[in-house]
C-alpha cells in the first residue's frame, strides 16, 4: 500500500487554497487502491471518468467492489482512507473538494454528514429499486449498503435460553451479568434510538436504569472487548455488531479471538416480535461532487446485486438489496428478523437517546 508523503498531501491541500493542518484530522492512512495518484486538485474539472472516494470503511474491503466497477464501466477510482476526519475534512475544503463520494458506517455518521453540510441529494431509480425505502433517506441524501444487527452475544456455557429482548436485558435475573462498551458510542446510540421509537422516551430511561443495573462493570472497550469478557467468566451477556463473530471467527492474526467466539452464541433480540435492531453502512455524493454523472454511476453499482453479494461477503454484513444472498458464514449464525423501523427515524431520535445516556449515568456503570 502506497501512503502519501505528508509533504505531498499539504502541497495538494494548498493547490485547493486551503491551509489545513492534517493532524487536526486525525487522518491515520492515506492511501490509494489502484496505481493512480492522490486525488488532485485538477479534478475539479468536468466530469473525466475518474470517481473520487474518501472512505471510512477498510482498503480490503472497499477495493474488490471498486476493481469490480472499473471493469465494468471503464471509470477509475481514487480512494482516500482514513479512520477519522473525512466529514470534517470534506467540510473543510468546501467547493473545491474532489471528493465525490463518501463512504461510511453507522446512521449516526450518515447523518452527520448530512448536518456538516457535505451531502447532496441523489434521484436514481436504479438506486431506490435496490435500496429499500427503509434503508435510506427520504430525500436521498444517503443510502445504505450493507446491513449489520446489534445482538447479543450469550455465554453458550452459562446461558441455558436460546431467545432473548432487548427489554429483557432490564430484568433483575441478569444482575451483574451484562458487559457493553461506552453507551455513547454510535451504535449504541442508534440502538437506544430504536427503544424510544418502540417504547417511547419515559420506558426507554427505566430501561436504561435497568440494564445499568445489571453491568458488570463500567461501560468501556470495544465490542470484542465485552465478548473477550464473555469468554473470561466476567460476564454472560455482551452486546455487539454481528460481524464481529464473523471477525473472531475468522481472525487468524489473532487466533485467540477464535476461542472467545466458540464461546458465546448469537441471539437476534425480539425475533418473535418487531425484529432485531439494524443498522448501515453506507454512502453519500459529496455537494460539490466534481465527477457526479461517474459518481453516481458509482453509487448505482454499489446498490446492484453483484457489488451486494462481493461487498456483503467481504464485510460479513447483511446486503440491503433483496433477494441476494448471504454469505455461509453469516448464514451459520442462524435467521434473523430485521427490525422494520426506518433508520430516517433512529437518526432523528440520536440526540434523545445520547441525552438519556447522559441523564441515567450508564457509564459510570452498575454502581453509581
Ligand atoms: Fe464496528
Request: glycine share 6%; net charge positive; proline share 4%.
Given at each position: ?192 434510538a ?150 430516517e427515524k433512529i437518526a432523528e431520535l440520536r440526540k434523545a ?16
Open positions: 500500500m502506497f501512503l502519501f508523503p505528508a509533504a505531498l498531501i499539504k502541497r495538494k491541500l494548498q493547490a485547493c487554497s486551503y491551509s489545513i493542518a492534517l493532524a487536526t484530522f486525525g487522518i491515520v492512512s492515506l492511501s490509494s487502491l489502484t496505481n493512480s495518484n492522490f486525488i488532485s486538485s485538477e479534478a475539479h474539472a468536468a466530469d473525466t471518468g475518474v470517481v473520487n472516494i474518501y472512505s471510512y470503511r477498510q482498503p480490503y474491503l472497499v477495493k474488490p467492489l471498486l476493481e469490480e466497477f472499473t471493469k465494468q464501466t471503464g471509470i477509475q477510482t481514487k480512494v482516500i482512507f482514513a479512520k477519522k476526519g473525512l466529514i470534517e475534512r470534506i467540510a473543510a475544503e468546501g467547493k473545491l473538494s474532489p471528493a465525490d463520494v463518501l463512504l461510511t458506517v453507522d446512521i449516526g455518521r450518515l447523518s452527520a454528514a448530512v448536518e456538516k453540510g457535505i451531502s447532496q441529494p441523489v434521484k436514481s431509480s436504479v438506486i431506490e429499486g435496490n435500496v429499500p425505502a427503509k434503508y435510506r433517506s427520504a430525500k436521498g441524501d444517503w443510502f445504505g449498503l450493507t446491513v449489520r444487527s446489534r445482538v447479543v452475544y450469550a455465554s453458550k456455557g452459562r446461558v441455558g435460553q436460546d431467545a432473548i429482548t432487548y427489554e429483557e436485558l432490564a430484568d433483575p435475573k441478569w444482575r451483574g451479568k451484562i458487559c457493553m462498551r461506552s453507551g455513547q458510542h454510535v451504535y449504541n446510540v442508534a440502538m437506544i430504536s427503544m424510544i421509537a418502540h417504547n417511547g422516551a419515559e420506558k426507554t430511561k427505566t430501561w436504561l436504569k435497568g440494564l445499568k443495573a445489571n453491568l458488570a462493570r463500567k461501560p468501556s472497550g470495544n465490542d470484542r472487548a465485552q465478548i473477550k469478557a464473555v469468554f473470561a467468566g466476567q460476564c454472560d451477556l455482551a452486546i455487539g455488531n454481528t460481524y464481529y463473530m464473523g471477525k473472531m471467527q475468522t481472525n487468524e492474526k489473532k487466533p485467540e479471538q477464535k476461542k472467545w467466539a466458540a464461546s458465546v452464541k448469537l441471539l437476534f433480540p425480539n425475533t418473535k416480535t418487531r425484529g432485531a435492531h439494524v443498522n448501515l453502512s453506507g454512502m453519500v455524493l459529496a455537494k460539490h461532487s466534481p465527477n457526479k454523472s461517474a459518481a453516481v454511476k458509482l453509487m448505482e453499482f454499489l446498490s446492484s446485486e453483484k457489488a451486494q453479494q462481493i461487498y456483503s461477503e467481504v464485510n460479513l454484513e447483511y446486503p440491503v438489496k433483496e433477494g441476494v444472498a448471504w454469505s455461509d458464514l453469516v448464514k451459520s449464525w442462524g435467521e434473523f428478523k430485521a427490525d422494520d423501523l426506518a433508520l437517546a445520547s441525552l438519556l445516556v447522559d441523564e441515567t449515568d450508564l457509564n459510570n456503570g452498575p454502581s453509581s
